[in-house]
């Protein structure tokens, strides 16, 4: 059993959850809502955590807009190591600040990079995997990507190519792809070889700097004075002054691809294929789909109401907890209500609900964002 002495998890809780308006908003995001449960999904996200790290080791990364209520759903992690961007930089930017510092703190130390709001079924087989990778993230230079197995020609996820399987049984990666068309996807699915990216990651703090320090040198010459800094009082007008200088990318496109373009033997980027119930929920219909196949209710109808009736109608997902719910004939429709929007759209089209924030951005409606 590997040892996680070392480990340190790095929450990514940043971002707006845009598909998930109106109950989604700028100061609560998707990540701080109680989608699947009781507790919020950064609160899942920490719990499932901890039985591999005390508290005083884990770190997350938001914004401005969600600090305050971010540090209030973790009470038991340390403040300053909630960290509020001033900007927004993307990941690459984030998980190298996180990288910077911890190298300071500890030589050894081990980076687990996770969203703050996906959903994980099999808590356990989770941790197991995690492990396997935390080993393998330890031993030198090696990136650890966490892969899941598609179940379907999914265009909404980025995918990983993997390779031949080295004597520890990981997977060797070839390359990663963004969001395919429909037909690339049905052929990555065909291959057998192919996994979607989980944004789960593992390595080295030293290991993530010195790829960044090769493929996005700007940058990490930026992040490594901010962390100079860290501990200190001048930390707080340091990250404001010089954060927005840094390049706003993903560390998929900063770091792995051009990692991965060195060859599979030669990229030292392994691939864990993961099968412990994953999901990101990224849309009203990817909940509506995950809560159905765990409760499996009559007609495929999940309905929050104060009273519920249904008539011929199959596939719904409407939540409108204060009001009596009717649905009288209507199939695959998803509804949403709160105090001062209502949302309505079909299963089919729920991914759009996006364009609905931008429009609302765009209009200046700010009480509605």
Same mark, same amino acid.
């Given at each position: 059993m590997p040892k996680?002495?070392?480990?340190?998890?790095?929450? +990514?809780?940043g971002g707006r959850g845009t598909r998930f308006w109106p109950l989604s908003r700028k100061r609560r995001a998707k990540q701080l809502l109680a989608l699947d449960g009781k507790k919020t999904m950064i609160q899942q996200t920490v719990s499932r955590l901890l039985p591999l790290a005390p508290a005083k080791r884990f770190w997350v990364i938001t914004n401005q807009d969600l600090h305050r209520e971010v540090t209030a759903q973790l009470p038991g992690l340390e403040k300053?190591?909630? /960290?509020?961007? #001033?900007?927004?930089?993307?990941?690459? #930017?984030?998980?190298?600040?996180?990288?910077?510092? +911890?190298? @300071?703190?500890?030589?050894?130390?081990?980076?687990?990079?996770?969203?703050?709001?996906?959903?994980?079924?099999?808590?356990?087989?989770?941790?197991?995997?995690? +492990?396997?990778?935390?080993? $393998?993230?330890?031993?030198?230079?090696? /990136?650890?990507?966490?892969? /899941?197995?598609p179940t379907r020609p999914e265009t909404g996820y980025g995918y990983i190519e993997a390779g031949i399987k080295d004597e520890r049984g990981a997977l060797r990666v070839r390359r990663f792809t963004e969001k395919p068309d429909a037909e690339r996807a049905a052929g990555f699915l065909a291959a057998e070889n192919y996994f979607w990216n989980s944004g789960m990651f593992l390595w080295r703090a030293g290991t993530l700097v010195n790829a960044l320090r090769e493929h996005l040198g700007k940058t990490a010459a930026v992040l490594e004075k901010i962390a100079e800094s860290f501990g200190t009082r001048s930390f707080s007008g340091t990250f404001?002054?010089? =954060?927005? %200088?840094?390049? !706003? *990318?993903?560390?998929? =496109?900063?770091?792995?691809?051009?990692?991965?373009? %060195?060859?599979?033997?030669?990229?030292?980027?392994?691939?864990?294929?993961?099968?412990?119930?994953?999901?990101?929920?990224?849309?009203?219909?990817?909940?509506?789909?995950?809560?159905?196949?765990?409760?499996?209710?009559? !007609?495929? !109808?999940? *309905?929050?109401?104060?009273?519920?009736?249904?008539?011929?109608?199959?596939?719904? =997902? *409407?939540?409108? #907890?204060?009001?009596? &719910?009717?649905?009288?004939?209507? !199939?695959?429709?998803? &509804?949403?209500?709160?105090?001062?929007? $209502?949302?309505?759209?079909? @299963?089919?089209?729920a991914q759009d609900v996006a364009k609905v924030v931008k429009y609302l951005d765009d209009k200046k409606l700010r009480r509605l964002v």
């Open positions: 996680t002495d070392h480990f340190y998890p790095v929450i +990514l809780a300053n190591q909630i /960290i509020a961007e #001033p900007v927004g930089r993307n990941t690459a #930017p984030a998980i190298g600040l996180a990288a910077f510092i +911890l190298q @300071r703190i500890d030589s050894e130390a081990v980076i687990g990079l996770f969203p703050s709001d996906h959903v994980i079924g099999d808590e356990r087989h989770f941790r197991e995997t995690l +492990l396997r990778g935390i080993e $393998l993230a330890a031993a030198g230079g090696n /990136i650890v990507v966490l892969g /899941i197995r404001r002054r010089l =954060y927005p %200088k840094c390049e !706003n *990318i993903s560390v998929d =496109y900063a770091v792995l691809e051009p990692r991965s373009a %060195k060859g599979e033997t030669q990229s030292n980027i392994y691939c864990i294929p993961a099968d412990f119930g994953w999901n990101d929920l990224g849309s009203w219909t990817a909940l509506h789909e995950h809560h159905v196949a765990r409760r499996n209710p009559e !007609n495929g !109808n999940l *309905i929050s109401g104060k009273g519920i009736f249904t008539l011929n109608a199959e596939g719904n =997902y *409407i939540y409108a #907890p204060g009001k009596f &719910v009717a649905a009288v004939g209507v !199939n695959n429709i998803v &509804v949403v209500e709160t105090d001062d929007a $209502l949302l309505i759209t079909t @299963r089919e089209q």
